[in-house]
């Protein structure tokens, strides 16, 4: 009934993140189209390892990967994409390996993506990205802290980075200049803010004396650190 009203009421997309341990069969037949009133647009589902021991002992919660592949079935037969999003751990994710074991994962349950990031605010357990993947970026700051890295056993996969504005375990950036109050970014502590911009010398607008050079967050949804 919630999903309904908010769909109906909201004139917005509609977004679910969970992490799994109750999407069931029953729940994902209340979320089609014809039950609500219109699609959801996208499930979010949180699991931190293939292994869902270790799943257990990182999130607390079980899961069934049959209940969960059917569950998501009927989800994509109603137009939903359906995303996994795992973080690098220490206590799950945190070799190539590891990556190889969560992307066939993904697939074999039926998502259509699946998403690695970092954590922020735990380094204790943090792991660099740059330890994972090859083509992690070395500055996400200035390079960008999304990126796409392609298609790893048979599944799309995206990287989400943190720098070290936000994340204690990652080199300090250098303070920027300005913010940019266009770009909203929603980070890890639940903070809404405006997107950071450094300004630069630019030899090719001679009658500008700074260009905005906005940084990773542009282009970005609004929940890119989320």
Known sequence: PYLKYLYQNSGQNLYLTTN??????QLAYAMLPEMIGGGLDAVNISIHSPLMIKNLGITGVNIDPRVLRESIAILKSGGTQV???CNLTQRGVQTPADVLGMCKFAYDIGADNIRFAELVGCPRLFVNARDVFVTACEQPFTEGCEQT???????PVALRQSCGLVN?????VSSPTGRNPS???LYANG??????VIR???SAAPDTATVSSPDCHQG???DCHS
């Open 20 to 25: 799994g341990s109750l999407l069931t069969q």
């Open 220 to 222: 970005h949804r609004d």
């Open 168 to 172: 204690p375990s990652k080199p300090k």
């Open 183 to 185: 770009t909203k970014v």
């Open 83 to 85: 995303r996994i999003n």
């Open 149 to 155: 890295i392609g298609t790893i056993c048979e599944i």
């Open 191 to 196: 903070e809404l803010t405006d997107g950071w």
């Open 200 to 202: 630069r010398e630019t």
